[in-house]
Nanobody, 124 residues
Framework: VQLQASGGGLVQAGGSLRLSCTVS????????TAWFRQAPGKEREFVAA????????EYIDSVKGRFTISRDNALNTVYLQMNSLKPEDTAVYYC??????????????????WGQGTQVTVSS
């Protein structure tokens, strides 16, 4: 199983980035997908999750209205569109997948496979 994340970079505050994560080695349509992030000196935190069917989409409060998680099942890819970026969004962003997340969508232990991370830096 491989998760390949890309799309990170350096952007000014107020700018936008779109992260992508392409998944191989599993039946993508049966997996929930999520993004987490880890800022320097902090623990990794949940950002957003998307159920296989899209019936459930969850966000951490600090990104609601600014970030959008989506997926293209034909391309086995999950995206994170990040708008109105703030310096506090600076982190390494990780994609992850799980067979199901139920009510535990925000916990790292729910997710079986992880990507390698992509750096997002937002300058003020």
């Amino acid at each position: 199983v491989q998760l390949q994340a890309s799309g990170g970079g350096l952007v000014q505050a107020g700018g936008s980035l779109r992260l992508s994560c392409t998944v191989s080695g599993v039946t993508f349509t049966t997996y929930a997908t999520a993004w987490f992030r880890q800022a320097p000196g902090k623990e990794r935190e949940f950002v957003a999750a998307h159920s296989p069917t899209g019936r459930r989409i969850e966000y951490i409060d600090s990104v609601k209205g600014r970030f959008t998680i989506s997926r293209d099942n034909a391309l086995n890819t999950v995206y994170l569109q990040m708008n109105s970026l703030k310096p506090e969004d600076t982190a390494v962003y990780y994609c992850a997948i799980a067979r199901t997340f139920g009510t535990a969508w925000q916990y790292e232990s729910t997710y079986s496979f992880w990507g390698q991370g992509t750096q997002v830096t937002v300058s003020s």
